[in-house]
């Protein structure tokens, strides 16, 4: 995502204006005022602190400014997004969660919610799209835009927040980094074994309406987990899931005996991700006759 | 399903061949020899014999006449069934699994293993509809194409026997029924309250292919069980069923957090059925974090 | 546990006061009085409002006549006890929770909070027995010796209210019976066999202390379940208790292989009864490697 | 338990025959023999390579020297023990199964055991006490009474290579060192709550005949594990445990309603170890209504 190389904290607390903002000076969209009022805070004990300087500068700009701020973001799938108009990282950030590859119907539908919401509170909306499954913005639209201004002026900021975290941990590396990552794991035990289940295809889905788009395709190894998390190093988008989990093949492999088709195939475990920056654990425990799970740690 | 007024056991172990035509002659499928060779037997203790000297009468008869016996059999999902010479059986036995509302494409998938079946086998493919699902007959039918001539002779006699049991059941009641119905329950627990989960909306659906079909829509009661079976008074049809539990909607009616979106919101429990006379009874033990379910009894 | 013959509501509501007297003229302890007052109000629409009749006599006392009743009372495990001065019904019923096998050090126990019960209250302590374990007589002797007096007062009044209920529901039949009675039962489901588990052994202990006593031994049927249940047909005494379940003999009778010793072999569940009209249902889900329980319904 | 300082296995390598068998001559019981044996195979590419060579140098002594070998070891819990003629390590080894504190009963069991098992075999019974309970020891010596002499002189054999393999381990360190430490190790999950169950006081049994001795007391931490394993950096003793959870108090610390007493206060685990350089995870599933266990990985 970053196109410029990471900068250590430890440089970026020593360089010169300039290269404070060729290092992170688009970190805020369009406002360059924010990295040099954060130059002036140096040096950084971590970048948590540097990012709080950045946004510190947000919160004691004017009124006018915060709202000529604001009104800098582009529509989320708006035109200008179509037409180029936007920072590089909104592109990739917009591109991530599939604003950029709408149908025609759902480009309106953007479309005609981005300008209520805009008509409502004068800028445009806000989200962080890297904490969200494209289904949550919208539920997010919809309850944003019955906020009233206030309200909605601290949630736009908040998101602002996420976005430029995000940004930071990516362009500065050093001490106290933000936590913005969360980790989705699973773990397949085989209890009529009494052993990891291992070998066993495992797949992720994420949930548009009634839609699921399959987005990871994996197989369990000799510890009954994936090599890899599900989902990690990166937020978790906030959104219904499901996990499927072959286990009629895993016990036939096994030679059990259960039933003609079987009575469990494929085992589906539906759930939601509310903390993007959490751990999720949902571990199957199986028997060829039976299964659990429970939100682990 | 019955045409004919149900007659009890002890009527028809007085009644003489007409009469006893007249109540069971239409059992086997144009073989009225059938029900003629079981009236020489009388009296029957129990509806299960009736039913097995029928199916003994079958078995002794010479091989040219079981041929033309098996011969007499409605293609299944074929122009017979759409001119309508067949048995009213035999056409509301179709219509239960939906093999009266093919698209073309499955009529013509239908069409292409019957004429298969028939070239290897000489006479058209039996199955007892009530006891599958449309997506099990399909399998049984790839399956059986695979038989050689005894084994598949053999199959489709069991299938007769299936069907005809289904019939007679339908027809004489009395001492000593044969075991035709299944079973399928069940029982939703909150175990964050430690008691039935009441009010808890859950649908049944019945899957073809990738396809899932809902089939039932009930709501549990005050011991977290639905009124009725969600299958029961008839066979369990053979096939894959997804249970939905709407249990997001219990716990928001309790005001218990469980994050937003809740961690559970629908609950899927995916299972197959393969004994149609069978008990099935899968319950979901559910707190907002973790639910497990078995095949129980 | 009753000395006279079961009476019918409607003969009770017919009979004289002497009859009357004759058939529940013991059911406050030493005070005919109360059913002198019931007989005025028949008849009686149910066995559960006679009941309430006679306690609204009781609440509708003068206060020194409501003392004095409760003076009436034994001493739980006291002297007279064991000299025998009480009514059969309160004999029976203190030697239903083994009050009247006391060590001499329990005895002492009781004697001791029985003489501060009464130094503080001025009326013996009064529990309804049958409701309770050893343990929680105990438990309930230390907490409501730290009642005020008008707490303890209507504490007293509702455990001659359970004592009675019980020995009116022993002594009269008909309409309306109130609930007196629990029940306790389990099941064992083979989660590994996809089957109810049939043939194990199961064991319920109570416990006094850190002391675990067995009070029930008997074996799962076909079905999983005991023939009788646990506890049934009287009060749950409340109190801590342990389910046993010899599961490792149920596997090793299937032939399965879990480790020398087995993972699993004795199974205890352990659980309190809070509610003694209450159902508790307490099955074991288990294969080779795991279990779950959970009060069931 | 080593009393002579840790080698590395390149030293070992290095070592001239005066110091190979200060570090490691007392492996085998009275044996300098068997590392006079492996000193001549130097240098060894692992640990386990070392031991291989000792255990070797054993297989390929004529029967009489191995006799000779086996008649060295001392009885188990025997006089020798109690008068001190026996290696530093055996003592300590037989120490930590508590067959240093037998009762006078107890000594006379196991006195009985072992004079009736040199009468058939001629040799004392040898075990590797550290990969048992003083209950498994006492199962293994009835079931080897029962072996012919062959079965029973590998079973000894077996026997001196997990002793040894232990000393070995505890004298040399370096490349490849044998496996000879199991794990045990728990986590609590609350699924009321949904993340792990902090503060819950778990306490440890080990099971000798009918009474459980407490060999544990810990407390979880944030993540609801312990902070040490409960059974680590030694071989898991074979026999059967229990543990405790404390879930009563926790579930009381989150005010959580279920019932007076609760329905679950101590939750007891009871499994059995069966592999000693195995890892057994046995987590705790709990609510206040239910909970599940289940050997994990």
Known sequence: MTVTPLMTLADLNRTDLAGFEAAVGDTFELAPWVSAAAHAERPFASVTALHEAMMA?????????QLAFLHNHPDLAG?????GAITAESLSEQASVGLDSLSDEEFARFHRLNDAYKAK???PFIVCVRRHTRDSILRQFERRLRHDASAEFAT???????ITRLRVAAKVTGEGMPKVNGRLSTHVLDTHAGR???GVAVELFEYAGEQAHRIVRTVTNADGRTDQPLIGDRPLPIGRYELRFAMGDHFRRRDIEAGDPPFLDIVPLRFSIA?????YHVPLLCSPWSYSTYRGS
Chains 1, 2, 3, 4 share one sequence.
């Open 156 to 162: 736009a900021l908040q998101e602002i927040f996420y």
């Open 57 to 65: 500068a947000v919160r004691a700009a004017p009124r006018d400014a």
């Open 79 to 83: 035109k200008a997004a179509r037409a």
């Open 275 to 279: 903390e993007p920056e959490g751990h």
């Open 121 to 123: 509170f004068g800028f």
């Open 196 to 198: 990891p289940a291992a």
